[in-house]
């Protein structure tokens, strides 16, 4: 989800497109690409490809007896290759990145199920003391390896300007 992370943690049904090419297909989309004058022409090209190999249609015919007709994702596609004023957007994603890892603890990981278990089986807020015996270990015991210190120092000064994403 990258960027639009939080958008998409709103909406309850969504549809997401990616696209690989491989092979001759790829080589050749790369030269096509590569010739491109224009914003509009690149856009019309990484569309086309993709209307080319993933478009979607409708099987089945409608109650009006069409056939064949594009679904609304597809269709929208197929608007924007008619749309001159049409650009790409290049949000940057950098600041979505802790707020995923503290999704997936939060979500995905376990923590929280821990959590629930230490408290019903040791009574309550012996959830507080496993997060404080977590904080002590990692203190004690964790070291950072070259990929922990390189991202920390790619990305300190955006979330330092940002700041703390579950502040917010």
């Not at 004058?37 to 190999?53: A, F, G, H, P, R």
Request: charged share 30%; with cysteine; aromatic share 12%.
């Amino acid at each position: 989800m990258g960027h639009l992370r939080e958008e998409a943690k709103e909406l309850d049904d969504w549809v997401r497109f990616e696209a690989e090419y491989k092979g001759q297909y790829a080589h050749q989309l790369t030269d096509v690409i590569k010739k491109c004058q224009s914003e509009t022409e690149l856009k019309d090209v990484i569309v086309s490809s993709i209307l080319d190999k993933y478009g979607i249609y409708y099987t089945k015919p409608s109650k009006k007896g069409d056939v064949n007709r594009p679904t609304p994702e597809t269709k929208k596609m197929i608007d924007l290759l008619d749309k001159k004023s049409f650009s790409f957007q290049t949000p940057n994603s950098r600041n979505s990145l802790l707020n995923q890892t503290i999704d997936y603890l939060i979500q995905n990981s376990g923590l929280f199920p821990a959590l629930y278990k230490v408290n019903h089986l040791f009574g309550d807020g012996t959830d507080k003391e496993l997060i404080e015996y977590l904080l002590e270990t990692f203190r004690s015991e964790f070291e950072p390896n070259n990929d922990h210190i390189f991202w920390v120092n790619k990305y300190r000064k955006l979330y330092q300007i940002e700041g703390k994403p579950w502040a917010k």
